[in-house]
């Protein structure tokens, strides 16, 4: 059983990887607003956490079927409709039921889904720990409005929590920049980019041996900041940019992996990309909206 398991985490991690390398590609893109990447994580971090996927002639699997991959069907409940696994290792002889080609793949395959299974209950247990320790080194937190806590245990001012989100600030925060940083994390409060944030996390620990794994989830992490930041200077002036940008400089990045801090990913790319931000016109949004649409269905859709 657990080799079976492992063998599909296998294929879902490979494909996961080609996905995510194709991601980074068209991040290189210039003029798309980072607010649209954060959907495109969307298609390696699916295809790590689900291996089932919809056929259709229009996939991008369907262009390499015939070089590496074998699409394995396995319910169909329309003649047009047809769910699959990707399969991209290729060394079963049967699939129902499954069955290795060989007594030495399935014992190779045993052997590395019990390190597998070792290796991310390791990890989620370590997240666990982490994320009890993140709380109780707020608990003192000092309410000072709303849900804004100051507290002498941060360096930087983030959002703690995700389903009772909490704004903690340093003691010795700037007054000056209050009303940025307070914009910033309430962005990020309305968005949730702290459940996003977990799921990314759990994703890469099914997928703790894939290093790409993390490089996409440390790209993403990135993206959510800049998008974030995106978000929340919308309907700022060009000065109320600039302040913006400043107040960027002044503040302590944050060390938690469980928060969505005000100082979070690189400074001198967040100053660049508020200072450049340029709002979307209707037709623009549509535009991205059809292009990110098309990208996600040739991606996460099956060879047909």
Not at 267 to 276: A, D, F, P
Request: proline share 3%; net charge positive.
């Amino acid at each position: 059983m657990l080799g079976r398991i492992c063998y599909w985490v296998f294929n879902m991690s490979i494909i996961a990887s080609f996905m995510g390398l194709l991601v980074l590609l068209i991040r290189k893109l210039k003029g798309i607003p980072r607010r649209i990447f954060v959907f495109l994580w969307a298609i390696p971090f699916l295809r790590m956490c689900f291996p089932l996927g919809i056929n259709s002639r229009y996939s991008l699997m369907t262009l390499i079927s015939k070089l590496t991959t074998k699409t394995v069907t396995t319910y169909q409940p329309l003649s047009e409709l047809e769910l699959s696994y990707s399969n991209v290792i290729m060394q079963a002889e049967s699939y129902s039921p499954f069955t290795f080609k060989t007594e030495f793949l399935k014992t190779v395959f045993e052997i590395a889904g019990l390190i597998w299974l070792i290796g991310a209950v390791s990890i989620l247990v370590a997240l666990v720990i982490l994320y009890v320790s993140t709380k109780r080194e707020i608990k003192d937190a000092k309410l000072l409005s709303g849900n804004v806590y100051l507290s002498e245990k941060v360096e930087g001012p983030a959002v703690y929590g995700i389903f009772r989100p909490r704004i903690i600030l340093p003691v010795a925060y700037s007054e000056k920049d209050l009303k940025y940083i307070i914009q910033h994390e309430k962005t990020h409060i309305r968005r949730g980019d702290n459940f996003w944030r977990l799921l990314g996390f759990l994703a890469a620990a099914i997928h703790w041996f894939n290093p790409f794994s993390w490089l996409f989830l440390k790209a993403y992490l990135s993206d959510l900041e800049l998008a974030c930041d995106e978000s929340a200077v919308k309907d700022f002036t060009k000065e109320e940019r600039k302040d913006y940008a400043k107040a960027l400089l002044d503040c302590t990045t944050s060390k938690s992996l469980f928060v969505s801090a005000f100082g979070g990913a690189k400074v001198r790319t967040r100053i660049e990309n508020v200072l450049s931000y340029k709002k979307m016109t209707l037709v623009s949004s549509i535009g991205f909206a059809i292009l990110i649409l098309t990208i996600i269905y040739t991606l996460l859709t099956n060879a047909g």
